[in-house]
Structure formats: structure tokens, C-alpha cells
């Protein structure tokens, strides 16, 4: 929520500055160049001065009471759209002396665009389709094509993540910034992985001998579970309610459950629990930890490692 104190600083602001705009425009019309290349060229000059100047004014408004780093980072963004926007709206114009001739210059513009410049719309057309749409939104989880990470930055042509995955195991981050073109979000398919429901279903594998009583690892590996998933269920089915009010979402159990099967060198006891994304290796050298000091106290218990048994034919007798 943005104080009451800043929106009524900002106001004064932005009347200061178009105070100051009127102002100059009477000016320069009043000079002996008032009128001609010059006139313009000196004035858009001034427009983009003051544009700049009032942008830092109303970000030092903002820095002092504000101390939100996600409220004072889309208000360094907002003021920047809007400066950019209203710097182009006067210096066009300025350079254009009727309303046709600036109909006929946005078409035109507007053709070379389309034919020239088709990257960029396109990134641009994706830009407002995700402040509209909000796919995904500042500090989600995402992957789009083969890349995954953190958004940390949203741009006019682009976004940016913090990449996660690649050679580093269990989605923890690898340090690279990846910027991907907005565009992409029209062709390929986009995963979040903390939006609507912030939780993932993880599987650990655990594979025993023959000769073990899988029975009692199994007992084990669910206590084990049970254990280390507490409170994530609860606050799972929570989360659950909210993202069915607007997607299909639904589970039929959310608590952690162990699965069974049958592999070439042993039996295979397959949990699978819900943890947040953020939290997946964690979880999973806890609930190895506690399956390592389990299974050691339990002599009939054993995990299984690819093996090979051959069976020799005894000697054939002499006649």
C-alpha cells in the first residue's frame, strides 16, 4: 500500500512539472526563434530535461517513504514507462503541426514496425500480456523452454531470471542471469512453479534387497514421511482451496504416501511427498539422513545396488 503522504507529494510533483512545461512553451513562442527548427529542436530539448528531472524528484519522494524494495522497484519502473511516454507524446507533438500529419505519421510508423521490426513488437506485445494476463510476476519460480529461474527483472523487451537446474542438482540456483525475450511467452509453453499453488510433489527412491523385509522398510519410509512433511499438508490444502476458485485443481490426498514396485535387483519403495520448490534439496537430505539411520539399525533391512548371479553347471562324468 503506498502512503497517502506520497501519492499527494507525487500530484504536486507532476503540477510542478506541467506548470513548468506551459511555462516554457510560452516562453520559447514569445523568442525571437519562437517558431522554426530551432524553436522545436530547443524545446523537445527542455521536455526531455524535465522529464528526467521530475522522474528522479517523485524516486527520491518515493525513497524516503517507501522502504518496500518490490513497491519502491515497480515505481522506479512505472515512473519510467510514464516519463518515456509522455516525453514521446510532447516531442511528436512538437514536430508535427496538424492531427493528420500525425495520423499519417503513426501509420506509417506503425507499418514500418510491423514489417521491420517484428521482434521487437512481438517482445513488446508480450510485455502487455504479462503485466495484463500476470503469468507470472516479480520472485516466481518459472520455466520457459529449457530455461528455469527466479524472475528478478521485467522489462518493455524482455524478463529476466535467475537461472536454477542446468548442471546444479535439486533447482538451486547456478549464479547466471538469463534474459528471455518476452515474445517467448506466445511460443513455448511457461511453468510456474510458486503461483496460485506454491507447492511441488517430490519423489525419493529407495531400493531394498530381495532378502529384505520390505514390509518393515516401508513402515519405516512412511513414519520417515510423515515426519518430515508435518504441517505442509495442512497448510497444502489451504493453498489448494484458493487456486481451485480459478483453476480445475483438485488431489485426492495430499499426504505423503510410500509406493511399491518391483525393479531387476531389488524391491523399490517410492515416497512421495509435497514440499515447496524452494525447499526440494533440503527436504530430501533430511529424509535421506533419517532413512541412512533407519535402515542401519534394522538388520533385515538392506539397500540394493545392481548385482549379477550366474549359475555353473557342474563338470559332465567321464563314461
Known amino acids: 500500500m503506498v502512503p497517502t503522504q506520497v501519492l499527494v507529494i507525487t500530484q504536486q510533483a507532476v503540477d510542478s512539472v506541467a506548470s513548468l512545461v506551459q511555462g516554457l512553451v510560452g516562453s520559447i513562442a514569445q523568442a525571437p ?18 522529464a528526467v528531472v521530475g522522474r528522479r524528484l517523485v524516486l ?16 522506479s519502473k512505472g515512473s519510467g514507462y510514464v516519463a518515456f511516454t509522455a516525453v514521446a507524446v510532447f516531442v511528436i507533438a512538437i514536430w508535427l503541426e496538424a492531427g493528420t500529419q500525425l495520423g499519417t505519421f503513426l501509420g506509417l510508423v506503425g507499418a ?43 522489462r518493455v523487451f524482455q524478463f529476466t531470471i535467475l537461472e536454477i ?10 549464479g547466471r542471469i538469463i534474459h528471455v525475450p518476452n515474445a517467448r511467452v506466445f511460443t513455448e509453453p511457461l511453468a510456474n512453479y510458486t503461483s496460485q499453488f506454491e507447492f511441488l510433489w517430490t519423489e525419493i527412491p529407495v ?51 510410500v509406493y511399491t514396485s518391483v525393479e531387476n535387483s531389488g524391491v523399490l519403495l517410492t515416497m512421495r511427498y509435497l514440499c515447496k520448490p524452494r525447499q526440494r534439496r533440503g527436504t530430501a537430505q533430511a529424509i535421506w539422513e ?20 550366474a549359475y555353473l553347471d557342474p563338470p559332465a562324468q567321464a563314461p
Open 33 to 50: 526563434f519562437g517558431s522554426g527548427i530551432l524553436a522545436d529542436l530547443i524545446l523537445s530539448v527542455l521536455v526531455i530535461a524535465v
Open 290 to 309: 533419517a532413512v541412512l539411520d533407519a535402515f542401519a539399525a534394522e538388520p533385515d533391512v538392506e539397500l540394493a545396488y545392481p548385482t549379477y548371479r
Open 60 to 75: 527520491r519522494v518515493v525513497d524516503r517513504h517507501i522502504d518496500d524494495v518490490r513497491a519502491r522497484y515497480r515505481w
Open 112 to 154: 514500418g514496425l510491423a514489417i521491420a521490426l517484428k521482434d521487437p513488437v512481438s517482445d513488446l506485445a508480450g510485455w502487455i500480456f504479462i503485466l495484463w494476463r500476470r503469468p507470472f510476476d516479480l520472485g516466481d519460480r518459472v520455466q520457459i523452454g529449457a530455461h528455469a529461474g527466479d524472475v528478478v527483472d521485467i
Open 207 to 257: 531400493l531394498v534387497t530381495f532378502e529384505s523385509d520390505w514390509k518393515r522398510a516401508k513402515a519405516l519410509l512412511e513414519e520417515i514421511a510423515a515426519e518430515h512433511a508435518s504441517g505442509v499438508s495442512e497448510e497444502a490444502e489451504r493453498a489448494l482451496r484458493r487456486a481451485s476458485r480459478k483453476f480445475l485443481i483438485f488431489y485426492q490426498k495430499l499426504t505423503p504416501i
Open 165 to 174: 537446474g542446468n548442471w546444479v542438482a535439486a533447482d538451486q540456483s547456478t
